[in-house]
Every structure is written in C-alpha cells, then in structure tokens.
C-alpha cells in the first residue's frame, strides 16, 4: 500500500532533521572520543571507535540531501549561500590549524583538530542568518 509522501514541512521529517539524526551523530562521536581514550592506540577497538561516527554522519547527509529536494528555490538558494560562506572559513580553520601543528603549537587541549570541528557549525549558522535576512 503506497502512501503520499509527506510534505517538507511535516512535524515528524522536521524533527529527525532537526534534532534526531545531529544528536545521534553527536552521541556516537563523543561515545567515540571517550572510548578512544581507554583504549590501546592502534587496537581494533580504537579503530572500531574512531569509525563509529561515520555511518551517522553519512545518514545525517542523506537527510539534509533529501530536505533540500524539498525546499522551494529561495530556501535552496539562502541553504547554497550558507554554504558557500561556512566552507572556505572550515577550510580556513583546518589548514590553519595543521599549519599552526606543523609549526610547532599542536593545539593540545584546546584547539587541536578534533575539537574543533563543532566551531566549522558557526560560520554556516552566521550564512544562514546573513542570507536570510538578506531575502527577507
């Protein structure tokens, strides 16, 4: 029996995009984290571990691939804008940071690579609202 699929602006899609599938991506990288850190380096288990966040992050990506072919062609385009402004300055903070490790400040504890990924989210928040409040 085929259903009508939903529309982009039902409650339950916007909720797993939203919420649901970014939490279960942020649990299995920090349940990934901690377990990295009592485990041998170099073991199966470390590698188990390090993998663990990508199958929830490929999934993460087909979400947000599939809300977008929902979106009507102005939420495309503020989505293309945020995007295009939040990947060169994720780019910037990554060779910024190898850069910085290779001249001989590795970061440790506070801005090494690993820990900075959750700051890569802010300059695509910063595009959303620029673009939105450009199109208002």
Known sequence: MNSAPASPDAPRPRL????????AFVGAYFAARMGLETVEPGSRAAIALALLPVPFFAFLIHAYTRAVRGMDELERRI??????????????????????????????????????????????????????????
């Open 16 to 23: 797993v995009l939203s919420f649901l599938v970014p939490a």
């Open 79 to 136: 989505q293309l804008e945020a995007l295009a402004f939040a990947f060169p300055v994720g780019l910037l903070v990554a060779f910024t940071a190898g850069l910085l490790e290779l001249a001989g400040f590795p970061g440790k504890g506070n801005w090494d690579l690993p820990r900075l990924w959750p700051l890569l989210l802010l300059p695509y928040w910063f595009g959303l609202v620029r673009s939105r409040r450009r199109y208002a």
